[in-house]
T-cell receptor, first 111, second 112 residues
Framework: QKEVEQNSGPLSVPEGAIASLNCTYSDRGSQSFFWYRQYSGKSPELIMF????GDKEDGRFTAQLNKASQYVSLLIRDSQPSDSATYLC???????????FGKGTRLHILP | DAGITQSPRHKVTETGTPVTLRCHQTENHRYMYWYRQDPGHGLRLIHYSYGVKDTDKGEVSDGYSVSRSKTEDFLLTLESATSSQTSVYFC???????????FGPGTRLTVT
């Protein structure tokens, strides 16, 4: 069974610090990796995607992928209170039609 | 917002009644998905569609059926609602190369 694992949190980070969110996946053949942000009572919002090993940066967000270790992470620099949300990791196994979601990590930025 | 709307946004219904949720998109996407989200379980795929009249099951399809008679609409039907189907239901479309999903605003369904 293909799985995506995340620590449920909550992860508490002081404002201005770097928040580090981690995700592991079971299917070694997975090809595409996504990070969604979900505010309470709202729908998931795609914030980053990554396909190749290494880092991908977009503003304050950096996604990191290590396929050998089956590990993907999201770094949020200069954390703001507005970053407080649940972050969902998602994986597309082997280019199929579906993606599998982790259960999410709750992030709390402390003012 | 990827041009996705869901209706109704909130619904309360009684056990045993049929319920239909609608997902509407305006951008001619081929792929559409229905998920449910529950505490402790995360997002789980119910059914998806890869074209008009083309659908397939997800991991939690029991008790649900879907239909897609035109590109813009994907309907999710609970033939006889049960309390275990109380949940938040999200529709999503697939866009981009090779793969990105974007979500609608969700429908909160309560079965009493």
């Amino acid at each position: 069974q293909k799985e995506v694992e995340q620590n449920s949190g909550p992860l508490s980070v002081p404002e201005g610090a770097i928040a580090s969110l981690n995700c592991t996946y079971s299917d070694r053949g997975s090809q595409s990796f996504f990070w969604y942000r979900q505010y309470s009572g709202k729908s998931p919002e795609l914030i980053m995607f990554i396909y190749s090993n290494g880092d991908k940066e977009d503003g304050r967000f950096t996604a990191q992928l290590n396929k050998a270790s089956q590990y993907v992470s999201l770094l949020i620099r200069d954390s703001q209170p507005s970053d407080s949300a649940t972050y969902l990791c998602a994986v597309n196994p082997r280019g199929g039609d579906k993606i599998i979601f982790g259960k999410g990590t709750r992030l709390h930025i402390l003012p | 917002d990827a041009g996705i709307t869901q209706s109704p946004r909130h619904k309360v219904t009684e056990t045993g009644t049929p319920v239909t949720l609608r997902c509407h998109q305006t951008e001619n996407h081929r792929y559409m998905y229905w998920y449910r989200q529950d505490p402790g379980h995360g997002l789980r795929l119910i059914h998806y569609s890869y074209g008009v009249k083309d659908t397939d099951k997800g991991e939690v399809s029991d008790g649900y059926s879907v239909s897609r008679s035109k590109t813009e609409d994907f309907l999710l039907t609970l033939e006889s609602a049960t309390s275990s189907q109380t949940s938040v239901y999200f529709c999503a479309i697939r866009d981009g190369v090779p793969y990105e999903q974007y979500f609608g605003p969700g429908t909160r369904l309560t079965v009493t």
